[in-house]
């Protein structure tokens, strides 16, 4: 059972009321290597804060102070309550598994979950998950159950898989850097000091001591990688029908397109310290100007363009912050690196001009609107530090896209061209 159905690492919850009700089911789960966290219903013992990483639920439907309430409504809107504290409404998909024999009870709890709906809830008496009447628990009958359920949304399984092999890969890391220095009186010393030397590696000699533990967890970063490239390879991964990716369509909604695009390549986050990524709507006494910068890019004579005002007006400047990660991790920055560009609506997409300075991002999906990020590279510019000190940015590009973007300054910089007649 153990990684079958099951996230391996406490992302699985159990809501009792009865302690001892629960500790079969606890037990059953500790034997197989998946860790739980436990709540009693109780307002004062709920979470300080709704936990984002929930994706199995274990509910009781009777909880303390619900005895000979029969009015469902009064019952679920209570179990709603508290799913809403323990679920965060960040955390999905997650799947409950309530412990009743009534499925209407069931099914309408999902009404009462409106801000965080579970993909599935099942319906399972507990009565017939004990083994010969005994108080010992069986789980397989419950794990038959949720792999049904699984099967019919063969995607959960897919992400229950890989937090899995995350899980495992981080705990590999954790066996190779601590076992370097044998376990006795001087391992925490010795330990130390590779961590510091860890952390000046990535950031260089001038790393302070507020921050050394940062930059340690840092460097850990590619061998992470590496690891769970590996175990990704090497895991054979049972696939349901349903989950056959190689016979799905082509994905055609530009908006979906956009929306995955965004999320894997952009962070929407204000950010008022300058890190590499940053992109700024607005910076003092730099670039052309939002009409110049566009008829840079534009394909053709702007003023020429019937939907030249309202294109203008739907287009942004956008300011990229382009300095090296290991300018800013060394804390070696002078001057801030900065390509100017402009986030262009997808309908114009046509218009924009083909050439080796222009670099176009995939289609983002921001604010209900199709983007793409259109930077032109001849416009690369240095400015003070100071000039960002008062300046918030509202997105940042994730390191995989500004690589690439860096690469691509890097390979029109170095472009040697040739004499010819």
């Not at 038959?144 to 899980?167: H, M, T, Y």
């Not at 082509?250 to 590499?276: A, F, Q, W, Y």
């Not at 670039?287 to 890019?297: D, P």
Request: with cysteine.
């Amino acid at each position: 059972m153990r990684g079958k159905v099951y996230p391996e690492n406490g992302s699985v919850v159990i809501v009792d009321d009865q302690i001892d009700e629960a500790l079969p089911l606890m037990k059953v789960l500790a034997k197989t290597g998946i860790s739980f966290k436990y709540f009693n219903g109780k307002a004062d013992e709920l979470p300080d804060m709704p936990l984002d990483n929930v994706r199995i639920v274990f509910l009781d439907i009777e909880l303390e102070g619900m005895e000979g309430v029969t009015e469902d409504k009064t019952k679920l809107s209570a179990l709603a309550n508290v799913i809403s504290k323990i679920v965060s409404e960040k955390c999905r998909p997650y799947i409950i598994i309530a412990w009743t024999q009534y499925e209407t009870l069931v099914k309408d709890l999902k009404n009462y979950l409106q801000k965080l709906p579970p993909l599935r809830i099942l319906a399972i008496d507990k009565s017939n998950c004990k083994k010969n009447e005994s108080d010992e628990f069986d789980i397989t009958e419950v794990s038959k159950k949720l792999d049904e359920e699984i099967k019919k949304a063969g995607s959960f399984k897919f992400f229950l898989k890989w937090q899995n092999i995350s899980n495992k890969s981080s705990g590999k890391i954790i066996n190779e850097i601590a076992s370097i220095y044998p376990f006795n009186g001087k391992w925490n010393d010795n330990t130390n000091k590779l961590l510091f030397k860890l952390a000046e590696a990535y950031a260089g000699k001038q790393v302070d001591k507020d921050s050394v533990w940062k930059y340690a967890m840092l460097s850990f970063n590619s061998l992470f990688l590496d690891i769970i490239e590996n175990e990704i390879f090497a895991d054979t991964f049972d696939v349901e029908k349903n989950m056959d990716l190689s016979q799905q369509q082509n994905l055609d909604d530009k908006n979906i397109v956009g929306e995955i695009n965004r999320r894997l390549h952009i962070s929407i986050e204000d950010n008022n310290k300058p890190v590499p990524g940053n992109v700024y709507s607005s910076i003092k006494n730099i670039c052309l100007g939002k009409e110049n910068l566009i008829e840079s890019i534009f394909n053709g004579d702007i003023s020429q363009f019937q939907e030249r005002e309202s294109f203008i007006q739907e287009s942004e400047i956008i300011h990229l912050e382009v300095s090296p990660f290991c300018d800013y991790a060394q804390n070696k920055w002078k001057r801030n690196r900065i390509l100017s560009g402009v986030k262009w609506p997808e309908k114009y997409e046509n218009n924009l001009k083909k050439a080796d300075y222009i670099y176009k991002t995939p289609l983002f999906r921001i604010d209900n609107n199709l983007y793409y990020f259109v930077f032109d590279i001849r416009l690369l510019n240095s400015i003070e530090i100071e000039k960002l000190n008062d300046v918030t940015s509202t997105v940042r590009i994730r390191k995989e896209l500004l690589n690439d973007i860096q690469t691509k300054i890097a390979v029109h910089i170095n472009r040697l061209g040739i004499t010819s007649l």
